[in-house]
């Protein structure tokens, strides 16, 4: 069984790893590694509040890579995680604030509440009628949608310590908002898969969503992510409650 909930991990993993490939397929994504060998942590603090929100974005993502070692930055990091007027500099700091204090709770609330933001926000986008709607409209809706995935992509990351937000991301799920909504499930069913064990609150609401003809291209996507929090939750349950003839320890 554990196995089977490592194999689920995996494929989990690479599904995740070629979404995130899609999304950040970009020179200033590519360089971001080289740039965080070589930082500056105090001048990065300082560069969070740059005019310039693609520059606050790249300090952010620099902190983050330098994980612990920018410790310092994690007051900075919250700050711009709640209050930056940007929401993919929001985000950004969030995922940073995890990876820099080791601490999901301050990232994870900063996260849920920029999720239950965009979502409402995308609600209200969505419910306007296309014969009403101009450029800047779907150039509004298409972003929100984006800082949408963005989210779910960050909460896969951090994995069961963001397991707390697998409601959320359901909702988003069970809504069907709108325009563009297909585009959705993926980044939040990886997501859900990702967080494992604690996702399988949401398990039953997943499974009756799976049967709701998602579309063609994500039905293996959730098969995965099904699957995925079945083997876990199973291999969790074994550890500890071990059979005594297979695991005599």
């Known amino acids: 069984m554990k196995r089977h909930g490592a194999i689920c991990l995996a494929v989990l993993a690479l599904l995740a790893a070629s979404c995130e490939a899609k999304m950040n397929n970009t020179p200033e994504n590519s360089q971001s590694a080289t740039r965080a060998v070589e930082s500056d942590i105090p001048a990065l603090i300082v560069k969070l509040n740059a005019a310039n929100p693609a520059d606050r974005r790249a300090a952010a993502a620099d902190l983050g890579a330098d994980g612990k070692r920018a410790s310092q930055a994690a007051d900075?990091?919250?700050?711009?995680?709640?209050?930056?007027?940007?929401?993919?500099?929001?985000?950004?700091?969030?995922?940073?604030?995890?990876?820099?204090?080791?601490?999901?709770?301050?990232?994870?609330?900063?996260?849920?509440?920029?999720?239950?933001?965009q979502t409402a926000r995308y609600r209200k986008l969505a419910a306007i009628e296309d014969a009403q709607a101009d450029d800047a409209h779907f150039d509004a809706l298409f972003?929100?949608?984006?800082?949408?995935?963005?989210?779910?992509?960050?909460?896969?990351?951090?994995?069961?310590?963001?397991?707390?937000?697998?409601?959320?991301?359901?909702?988003?799920?069970?809504?069907?908002?709108?325009?563009?909504?297909?585009?959705?499930?993926?980044?939040?069913?990886?997501?859900?898969?990702?967080?494992?064990?604690?996702?399988?609150?949401?398990?039953?609401?997943?499974?009756?969503?799976?049967?709701?003809?998602?579309?063609?291209?994500?039905?293996?996507?959730?098969?995965?992510?099904?699957?995925?929090?079945?083997?876990?939750?199973?291999?969790?349950?074994?550890?500890?409650h071990p059979d005594p003839i297979t695991n005599p320890d």
């Open 76 to 117: 900075a990091l919250n700050a711009a995680a709640q209050q930056d007027e940007d929401a993919m500099v929001r985000v950004a700091a969030a995922q940073a604030l995890w990876q820099v204090s080791g601490q999901p709770d301050k990232a994870l609330d900063a996260l849920r509440g920029e999720l239950d933001k």
């Open 143 to 240: 972003a929100t949608l984006n800082q949408i995935r963005s989210i779910a992509r960050v909460l896969g990351k951090m994995g069961p310590e963001a397991s707390a937000a697998a409601p959320d991301l359901m909702t988003v799920l069970n809504e069907r908002i709108g325009e563009g909504y297909e585009d959705l499930v993926p980044p939040v069913v990886l997501a859900l898969g990702q967080m494992g064990p604690g996702a399988a609150t949401v398990l039953p609401d997943l499974e009756r969503f799976s049967q709701t003809d998602p579309g063609e291209q994500n039905r293996d996507v959730i098969a995965a992510a099904i699957a995925g929090i079945k083997g876990m939750v199973r291999s969790t349950r074994q550890s500890a």
